[in-house]
């Protein structure tokens, strides 16, 4: 696609249940990022994957996290036992290669929002 | 410990007049500077991005101004529009170890008044 897709776009979910959110980076980009924005707050990393691996895990809140990217392409943000605090939007993002650089812009997409209740 | 800051949630500019938004950033090894905007329920969109190699960066109405020394960086849009009012984040990158990665700071919320 033209751009980055996100799904689904919104997602209520009770607390204990897992959810699965999905991304589709643009075509050839190598590098795709995870972000989350919960209320009031800024855009917080969670990971990032080179390919498919997954260099730096860092920013995953807590081990109910985690994420996978089959065949260079899309990518898969799982959250299990979701609690409330897990409220925000998730949003995806990739670019050419990795990092912020010069002629290496990031291109977001819409995000996924999650209520848990 | 937040190594991106923006420290005005909000700020209300009248159309036609000059919008400042401010930046600083704490880690030296930040080498690339960018600014995102973003409107409710979309997500970030590039603005501008501006090199530490350089001090200032134009593009149209934006402009982005870095001060090394001061680690601070500003985004400067002229005129101000309505349709500029949006949330603008600024975000750091570097290269090797923490830096490497996009981080951004909290953002400040822009409001045009016509």
């Known amino acids: 696609g033209a751009g980055v897709s996100q799904s689904p776009s919104n997602k209520v979910t009770e607390k204990g249940k897992d959810v699965e959110l999905r991304c589709d980076p643009i075509?050839?980009?190598?590098?795709l990022y995870w972000y989350r924005q919960s209320l009031g707050q800024g855009l917080e990393f969670l990971i990032y994957?080179?390919?498919?691996?997954?260099?730096?895990k860092s920013g995953l809140p807590s081990d109910r996290f985690s994420a996978e990217r089959t065949g260079g392409s899309v990518s898969t943000l799982t959250i299990q036992r979701t609690q409330q605090e897990d409220s925000a939007v998730y949003l995806c993002?990739?670019?050419?290669?990795?990092?912020?650089?010069?002629?290496?812009?990031?291109?977001f997409g819409e995000g996924s929002w999650l209520t848990v209740v | 410990d937040q190594q991106v800051k923006q420290n005005s949630p909000s700020l209300s500019v009248q159309e036609g007049r000059i919008s400042i938004l401010n930046c600083d950033y704490t880690?030296?090894?930040?080498?690339?500077f960018l600014w995102y905007k973003k409107y409710p329920a979309e997500g970030p969109t590039f603005l501008i991005s501006?090199?530490?190699?350089?001090d200032k960066n134009e593009d149209g109405r934006f402009t982005v101004f870095l001060n090394k020394s001061a680690k601070h960086l500003s985004l400067h849009i002229v005129p101000s529009q309505p349709g500029d009012s949006a949330v603008y984040f600024c975000?750091?990158?570097?290269?090797?170890?923490?830096?490497?990665?996009?981080?951004f700071g909290t953002g400040t919320l822009l409001a045009v008044q016509p």
């Open positions: 993002a990739s670019s050419l290669r990795f990092g912020g650089s010069f002629g290496n812009t990031i291109y």
């Open positions: 994957f080179q390919g498919n691996s997954a260099p730096d």
């Open positions: 501006i090199s530490s190699i350089k």
């Open positions: 075509s050839g980009h190598t590098a």
């Open positions: 880690n030296s090894m930040f080498d690339y």
């Open positions: 975000a750091a990158s570097g290269y090797g170890g923490a830096t490497n990665k996009l981080i």
